[in-house]
């Protein structure tokens, strides 16, 4: 199985910025996706981004323009740079890596209160 090694989250102001770092261990396949949901109390999981092997990336329409994410492939790394928070990107989140199944990381703690 593939261990995801979630970093960053924390308490930021409005405004701010944050950057979330995955690194995946132990895959003897190709991942072919790696990307970020998140979930904040009382709402279902969604979808913030995802980067293929290729390089292709989407977004969450509420983060576009404010969140960028980045793959490294050779690392097996991907990386969140949150920029320009809002309140309402409070949420719990969750790494995962995609190959013929699906990994999941811990998740990590984003609180975005003044």
């Known amino acids: 199985q593939v261990q995801l090694v979630e970093s960053g989250g924390g308490l930021v102001q409005p405004g701010g910025s944050l950057g979330l770092s995955c690194v995946a261990y132990?895959?003897?396949?190709?991942?072919?996706?790696m990307g970020w949901y998140r979930q904040a109390p009382g709402k279902q999981r969604e979808l913030v981004a995802s980067a293929t092997i290729g390089g292709s990336t989407n977004y969450v329409d509420s983060v576009k323009g404010r969140f960028t994410i980045s793959r490294d492939n050779a690392k097996n790394t991907i990386y969140l740079q949150m920029n320009s928070l809002k309140p309402e990107d409070t949420a719990v989140y969750y790494c995962?890596?995609?190959?013929?199944?699906?990994?999941w990381g811990q998740g990590t703690q984003v609180t975005v209160s003044s």
């Open positions: 132990g895959s003897s396949f190709s991942i072919g996706v």
């Open positions: 995962y890596a995609r190959t013929w199944s699906t990994s």
